[in-house]
């Protein structure tokens, strides 16, 4: 038994003494675990508070993570230790895709993957569980299956949908080998950014931990930014090839701290009139957190006025960061990318000063029935924003006026 904890208290050791990042920079920041105990243990709300049995699985969730602590730290110096030449890939002119929810912003960054020659962007798995030590692992099995006709990717993959529940995947379709947004990698993690909606369904707990830079201290944003380096070094080391990253995620205030941190990256907005995504995020907020938080989502009241206070905070920080005239940051509209695919990928490369490859042109053009049926089949219902929320779409307008005049939405 004594000989069992050799390896792990050996590699511990060599965390503490060789490496400079901080012990636990997987795990959330301070700030994040006070605003999830706070939430739990307390009944004080500005919104509807979750049922008893909601709560009760929360927090035997979040006593698991806690448990399994040591596991994460483990496999963490793991990595550090078989790859340690990871930590020197430089994340250099990088494309960060921010948007606000149903604004298209998926879809784009889809797009925009399909250059394989240029990008590379981080798939579920690799931000669920940012281990090198089992993406490679994976990789085994996907050679397994190429080999010899075996299906545990798939198997994984189709238990992953399940566990997300059919109204979830018809929302947001994901798959193993997909282009996925970052959001997963911070609220799985560090409990931060908006995702946090649809993974802790408490209003309170959901606008703070959206909020990267107003609710959290310069060290803690530090800490935020040096694991998601790490964490998309090791997919850059892995599958990177010399490419460039290309991420896609709804963490506007996280783009404040990528801004300041990456130099040489680009930033790609979408934008849309917020009366339009308004039903469609709250119907994915809602179908997502009653999975993920014991089978319990916000009353429709709470939910809709939450709903309101995340596009004040999200509006008001992409209006400050994408209206400051930066020639690094191109804003695309929903309309005009439903419109045009092909002639708004071409203005974004023409504002980042790079051509279109031939094969990129001919994987666009090999996209196109793909982005023409956009949504045509998807096998999902929106609520009526008046009838069924009790929000009045001219309130969202007036609500929303000075950022729907600045981006002419």
């Not at 694991?227 to 850059?236: A, G």
């Not at 990177?240 to 130099?263: A, Q, T, V």
């Amino acid at each position: 038994m004594n000989s069992l904890l050799l390896l792990p208290l050996a590699i511990y050791s060599y965390r503490l003494m060789f490496l400079s990042d901080p012990f636990t920079l997987p795990l959330p920041p301070t700030k994040s675990w006070s605003i999830r105990f706070r939430a739990l243990l307390t009944s004080s709300s500005s919104y509807v508070k979750f049922s008893f049995r909601s709560r009760l699985f929360l927090l035997f969730r979040a006593m698991v993570y806690v448990t399994f602590t040591p596991v994460w730290i483990f496999l963490w110096t793991l990595d550090d230790v078989l790859f340690a030449n990871y930590r020197k890939v430089e994340i250099v002119n990088p494309v960060f895709l921010v948007g606000g929810f149903r604004t298209g912003s998926t879809s784009l960054h889809r797009a925009l993957s399909l250059d394989a020659e240029r990008y590379v962007s981080p798939r579920f798995v690799e931000l669920a569980m940012p281990f090198l030590c089992l993406h490679y692992f994976l990789d085994f099995l996907e050679a397994v299956d190429a080999k010899v006709g075996t299906t545990f990717i798939l198997k994984i993959e189709k238990k992953f949908q399940q566990i997300m529940g059919e109204e979830c995947m018809a929302r947001h379709p994901m798959s193993f080998y997909e282009a996925e947004e970052d959001d997963i990698l911070h609220a799985a993690w560090h409990l931060t950014g908006w995702y946090i909606g649809t993974m802790f369904p408490d209003a309170d707990a959901w606008i703070e931990s959206g909020q990267m830079v107003a609710s959290y201290s310069v060290a803690e944003q530090d800490k935020m930014f040096t694991f998601y380096e790490r964490s998309l070094q090791k997919v850059l080391y892995r599958r990177g090839k010399g490419r460039c990253l290309l991420s896609k995620s709804h963490l506007i205030e996280f783009m404040f701290i990528l801004e300041r941190k990456i130099p040489s990256a680009t930033f790609v907005g979408t934008v849309r009139n917020p009366k339009d995504t308004f039903v469609s995020w709250y119907a994915l907020a809602q179908a997502a957190s009653f999975v993920m938080g014991g089978k319990w989502a916000l009353p429709v009241q709470s939910a809709s006025r939450a709903h309101l206070r995340f596009w004040d905070l999200f509006a008001g920080a992409e209006m400050k960061f994408f209206g400051d005239g930066d020639k690094k940051k191109t804003l695309v509209s929903f309309k005009d990318y439903i419109k045009d695919q092909e002639a708004t990928v071409r203005r974004i490369y023409a504002n980042m000063g790079v051509e279109i490859s031939k094969d990129f042109e001919k994987a666009l053009k090999d996209d196109a029935e793909r982005h023409a049926n956009y949504k045509a089949k998807r096998g999902y219902d929106n609520p009526d924003l008046e009838k069924d929320l009790g929000v009045k779409a001219k309130d969202v307008e007036d609500r929303m006026k000075d950022y729907i005049k600045k981006f002419k939405l």
